[in-house]
């Protein structure tokens, strides 16, 4: 992860509220043979005692789950909306164009835990997805008693705590206030993830750039 001072986002319930939002993340270690394992599961954060864990499940019996088993470091990747900047938005058009994004890196440790536990996992992540709508028919308490036995049988429940938080939300807070101004009024334009990173940077803008007499935009 690029470890850039101005890229980094240092409000904890931003960080917080941004995995919320992005909970499907990417879970990655290592086999017994050092050869990389990943998976993509939704996942939550909640803190216990002032320690962060991360808590979900995963199939048994498949690579990343028997190479978590052997090499219990994990990294999980939060991954937000992202764009393309061109650099003809810059002030000074003769810089390379790069990309915005917001991504969230934890490492921790990986402990798989007991049935009691995966239930508790399932009921909770069911709810989450329906809205919390417990008259909802694919809620864990209200699917199919032995379909219920059946699955659980071949999924684990798991807790990673947190040893390491880390961020970039890359918002073109490195440039100057005309070529940040530029950027947002063009991300906007294109819609879709572009307007949502140009509305992540608006709410920057004061901070950047308190003097608001200083942007000078062409809207």
């Not at 939300?169 to 906007?188: G, P, V």
Request: hydrophobic residues 35%; proline residues 4%.
């Amino acid at each position: 992860m690029y470890d850039l001072p101005y890229h980094k986002e240092k409000n904890e319930t931003v960080i917080k509220e941004f995995i919320d939002a992005n909970p499907f993340a990417y879970l990655s270690g290592c086999d017994k043979d050092n050869k990389p394992a990943a998976t993509q599961v939704p996942v939550f954060i909640e803190e216990e005692n002032g320690r962060k864990f991360l808590r979900g499940h995963i199939m048994k019996n498949t690579d990343h789950h028997k190479a978590f088993m052997h090499n219990p470091n994990v990294l999980a990747v939060f991954s937000g909306h992202h764009t393309y900047v061109s650099g003809t938005w810059y002030s000074d058009p003769h810089l390379p164009s790069t990309w915005n994004y917001m991504s969230v890196h934890a490492k921790g440790v990986i402990k798989f835990l007991d049935d009691e536990a995966l239930i508790s996992i399932l009921r909770k992540t069911s709810m989450h997805f329906e809205n919390y709508n417990k008259m909802s028919s694919t809620v864990f308490d209200n699917l199919d008693k032995e379909f219920k036995e059946r699955m659980m049988k071949a999924i684990v429940a798991f807790e990673v705590e947190v040893i390491k938080l880390d961020n970039v939300f890359k918002l073109s807070q490195d440039r100057d206030a005309e070529s940040y101004e530029n950027i947002k009024k063009e991300l906007t334009k294109q819609g879709g993830s572009g307007k949502i990173i140009a509305d992540e940077m608006e709410k920057r803008t004061k901070g950047l750039f308190p003097d608001t007499s200083e942007l000078k935009t062409n809207f």
